[in-house]
């Protein structure tokens, strides 16, 4: 079952970790009865718990030595 959740979160290009936590803190709270709202495809857990990309990655790193050079410069 779990093997099921964290490939299922894959799937939605979620973090697998971040969602299963998310997932189970607010069952905990019982905030939302709406079993909807836990599904990964829902718009909240999307923006929650979206996992990193690989351009992300490489835009943070872009981004991380841009300013190391700028840095140099001044």
Do not use: G
Request: proline residues 4%; hydrophobic residues 35%; aromatic residues 8%.
């Amino acid at each position: 079952m779990y093997c099921t959740l964290v490939q299922t979160a894959k799937l939605n290009n979620l973090d697998a970790y971040k969602s299963l936590k998310y997932v189970f803190e607010q069952l905990e709270l019982r905030k939302n009865p709406n079993v909807d709202a836990y599904l990964p495809w829902s718009d909240e857990i999307q923006a929650k718990c979206k996992a990193h990309s690989p351009v992300d990655d490489d835009m943070q790193l872009e981004k991380i030595i841009e300013n190391k050079e700028a840095m140099v410069k001044s």
